[in-house]
Protein backbone atom coordinates (compact mmCIF):
# COMPACT_ATOMS: atom_id res chain seq x y z
CA UNK A 1 0.00 0.00 0.00
CA UNK A 2 2.77 2.48 0.93
CA UNK A 3 4.76 1.36 -2.30
CA UNK A 4 1.42 2.06 -4.29
CA UNK A 5 0.79 5.66 -2.85
CA UNK A 6 4.75 6.67 -2.95
CA UNK A 7 4.54 5.64 -6.27
CA UNK A 8 1.21 8.06 -7.47
CA UNK A 9 3.00 11.03 -5.47
CA UNK A 10 6.46 10.69 -7.54
CA UNK A 11 4.21 10.12 -10.88
CA UNK A 12 1.97 13.35 -9.70
CA UNK A 13 5.31 15.24 -9.11
CA UNK A 14 6.92 14.32 -11.74
CA UNK A 15 4.55 15.19 -14.40
CA UNK A 16 4.18 18.45 -12.32
CA UNK A 17 7.55 18.45 -13.69
CA UNK A 18 7.33 18.45 -16.99
CA UNK A 19 4.10 20.72 -17.33
CA UNK A 20 6.16 23.31 -15.42
CA UNK A 21 9.03 22.51 -18.05
CA UNK A 22 7.12 22.92 -20.53
CA UNK A 23 5.57 26.14 -19.24
CA UNK A 24 8.15 28.67 -20.50
CA UNK A 25 6.34 30.34 -23.26
CA UNK A 26 9.52 32.86 -24.00
CA UNK A 27 13.02 32.48 -24.81
CA UNK A 28 15.73 35.29 -24.76
CA UNK A 29 18.58 35.85 -26.90
CA UNK A 30 21.59 38.08 -25.76
CA UNK A 31 23.62 39.82 -28.24
CA UNK A 32 26.41 42.65 -28.45
CA UNK A 33 27.22 44.94 -31.00
CA UNK A 34 30.12 47.46 -31.63
CA UNK A 35 29.37 50.81 -32.66
CA UNK A 36 32.03 52.59 -32.37
CA UNK A 37 35.70 51.99 -30.57
CA UNK A 38 34.13 52.64 -27.39
CA UNK A 39 30.43 52.39 -27.71
CA UNK A 40 28.30 49.50 -27.87
CA UNK A 41 24.73 48.40 -27.65
CA UNK A 42 23.19 45.58 -26.04
CA UNK A 43 20.94 43.49 -27.54
CA UNK A 44 17.94 41.49 -25.36
CA UNK A 45 15.85 39.89 -27.28
CA UNK A 46 12.99 37.92 -26.40
CA UNK A 47 10.70 35.29 -28.58
CA UNK A 48 7.08 35.11 -27.25
CA UNK A 49 4.80 32.11 -27.92
CA UNK A 50 1.52 32.42 -29.42
CA UNK A 51 -0.87 33.77 -26.97
CA UNK A 52 1.58 35.29 -24.60
CA UNK A 53 3.14 38.72 -23.69
CA UNK A 54 6.01 40.14 -21.94
CA UNK A 55 5.97 43.36 -20.11
CA UNK A 56 7.34 46.98 -20.88
CA UNK A 57 9.88 48.88 -18.58
CA UNK A 58 7.70 51.44 -18.38
CA UNK A 59 4.18 51.00 -16.78
CA UNK A 60 1.94 53.28 -15.29
CA UNK A 61 1.44 51.90 -11.81
CA UNK A 62 3.51 49.62 -9.76
CA UNK A 63 -0.06 47.40 -9.14
CA UNK A 64 -0.02 45.65 -12.33
CA UNK A 65 2.22 42.97 -13.58
CA UNK A 66 5.96 43.16 -12.83
CA UNK A 67 7.78 45.18 -15.57
CA UNK A 68 11.01 43.99 -17.51
CA UNK A 69 13.74 45.29 -15.92
CA UNK A 70 17.59 45.09 -16.73
CA UNK A 71 19.99 44.93 -13.70
CA UNK A 72 23.96 45.62 -14.36
CA UNK A 73 26.21 44.30 -11.70
CA UNK A 74 29.58 45.44 -12.94
CA UNK A 75 27.81 48.79 -13.79
CA UNK A 76 30.86 50.54 -12.27
CA UNK A 77 32.99 49.59 -15.54
CA UNK A 78 31.25 50.90 -18.27
CA UNK A 79 28.78 53.93 -18.79
CA UNK A 80 25.29 53.36 -19.75
CA UNK A 81 23.96 55.83 -22.18
CA UNK A 82 20.14 56.85 -22.13
CA UNK A 83 17.55 54.63 -21.37
CA UNK A 84 17.05 51.00 -22.49
CA UNK A 85 14.91 51.23 -25.89
CA UNK A 86 11.93 48.80 -26.57
CA UNK A 87 11.65 47.74 -30.37
CA UNK A 88 8.39 45.59 -31.51
CA UNK A 89 5.05 46.03 -31.79
CA UNK A 90 4.11 48.00 -28.64
CA UNK A 91 0.76 46.84 -27.39
CA UNK A 92 -1.36 49.73 -25.49
CA UNK A 93 -4.75 48.83 -24.42
CA UNK A 94 -6.99 47.94 -21.22
CA UNK A 95 -6.05 44.62 -20.01
CA UNK A 96 -9.09 42.82 -17.84
CA UNK A 97 -6.64 40.37 -16.07
CA UNK A 98 -5.10 43.38 -14.04
CA UNK A 99 -8.10 45.69 -14.66
CA UNK A 100 -5.99 48.55 -15.64
CA UNK A 101 -4.33 49.89 -19.40
CA UNK A 102 -1.27 47.72 -19.72
CA UNK A 103 2.02 48.23 -22.43
CA UNK A 104 3.00 44.67 -23.88
CA UNK A 105 4.49 43.01 -26.39
CA UNK A 106 3.30 39.89 -28.26
CA UNK A 107 5.86 37.45 -30.55
CA UNK A 108 9.01 39.41 -30.42
CA UNK A 109 10.31 42.77 -28.15
CA UNK A 110 14.16 43.59 -28.57
CA UNK A 111 15.55 46.03 -25.46
CA UNK A 112 18.55 48.05 -26.69
CA UNK A 113 20.89 49.47 -24.09
CA UNK A 114 23.60 51.98 -25.11
CA UNK A 115 26.60 52.01 -23.41
CA UNK A 116 30.01 53.21 -23.80
CA UNK A 117 33.16 51.15 -22.32
CA UNK A 118 35.92 54.12 -21.76
CA UNK A 119 37.92 51.44 -18.92
CA UNK A 120 37.66 48.36 -21.49
CA UNK A 121 35.51 46.37 -19.22
CA UNK A 122 35.68 42.62 -20.49
CA UNK A 123 31.95 42.09 -20.56
CA UNK A 124 29.33 43.01 -18.92
CA UNK A 125 27.53 41.23 -16.09
CA UNK A 126 23.80 40.95 -14.98
CA UNK A 127 20.20 39.38 -15.01
CA UNK A 128 16.85 40.89 -15.93
CA UNK A 129 13.42 40.04 -14.81
CA UNK A 130 10.36 39.84 -16.87
CA UNK A 131 6.95 38.24 -16.35
CA UNK A 132 4.57 37.01 -18.99
CA UNK A 133 0.92 36.02 -19.03
CA UNK A 134 -1.54 35.26 -21.55
CA UNK A 135 -5.25 36.26 -21.77
CA UNK A 136 -6.08 34.06 -18.57
CA UNK A 137 -3.01 33.04 -16.38
CA UNK A 138 0.29 34.82 -15.41
CA UNK A 139 3.57 32.75 -14.35
CA UNK A 140 5.62 34.11 -11.55
CA UNK A 141 8.28 36.55 -12.71
CA UNK A 142 11.89 34.91 -13.66
CA UNK A 143 15.32 36.28 -13.77
CA UNK A 144 17.66 35.32 -16.07
CA UNK A 145 21.38 35.76 -15.58
CA UNK A 146 23.40 36.93 -18.35
CA UNK A 147 27.24 37.82 -19.52
CA UNK A 148 28.33 39.85 -22.75
CA UNK A 149 32.29 39.61 -23.65
CA UNK A 150 33.42 42.34 -25.86
Known sequence: M??????????????????????????????????????YNLIFTASIDKGWYVYSQYLESDMGPIPTSFTFDNASEFELISKTEEIGEKIEKFD????????????QVKFVQKIRNPKNAKAVVGSLEFMTCDDHQCLPPKSIDFKLEF
Open 96 to 107: KLFDMNISKYAQ
Open 2 to 39: KIGVLGILFLSFFSFQLSAQKAMPVKWQFDIEKINDSD
